[in-house]
């Protein structure tokens, strides 16, 4: 769509008043709709209790594939949910081999400094996954390799400093 030169249209001076009206209620309501839920009971409860909360429920399944998805749900709630789940690395250790690229990285980072749990399945190690295996040994509290080689999960988790975690 090509940009309208104001010279040549009447009403641009209105049209962009409008606009900007329509910015400032959009905000206000943004405003109000936040001002609303710091209402609301759970909103109340302190940050360590609502992680707790957090961690049941993105465990509740017991499977690690569902896991990253429900904590990501979680931070999407609200702008508090959000805060809490940013400022909690525990939240963000649980990392699966079912996560695109983009996704194991923006956990890993925002699991950071904590020990993380990784979870392969399969005898085929993909590339960017021992890269991540590597790079995170340190970090690596728990690796499961399901349907994989068993002695490989155990040296890496034992040669981890955070095994005993």
């Given amino acids: 769509m090509r940009a309208v030169n104001p010279r040549y249209d009447p009403h641009f001076e209105e049209r ?28 109340n409860l302190p940050a360590d209790v609502l992680v707790d909360i ?22 999407w709630v609200c702008s508090l949910w959000r805060e809490v789940t940013l400022d909690h690395p525990i939240l963000w250790t649980q990392i699966s081999c079912s996560l695109s690229p983009p996704w194991k990285r923006m956990f890993i980072e925002r699991s950071k400094p904590a020990g993380i749990s990784i979870a392969v399945q399969g005898a085929d190690i993909m590339p960017e996954l021992m ?10 509290r728990h690796l499961d390799w399901s349907n994989g080689n068993a002695q490989m999960s155990a040296m890496i988790t034992t040669v981890s400093p955070r095994s005993g975690d």
């Fill in 131 to 140: 890269e991540v295996l590597i790079s995170e040994l340190p970090r690596i």
């Fill in 16 to 43: 962009s008043k409008i606009e900007q009206e329509i910015l400032h209620l959009e905000y206000q309501l943004h405003q109000l709709r936040v001002k609303r839920n710091s209402l609301i009971p759970i909103s």
């Fill in 54 to 75: 957090f961690l049941l429920a993105a465990t509740e399944l017991d499977d690690e594939d569902v896991y990253p998805k429900r904590v990501v749900d979680i931070s």
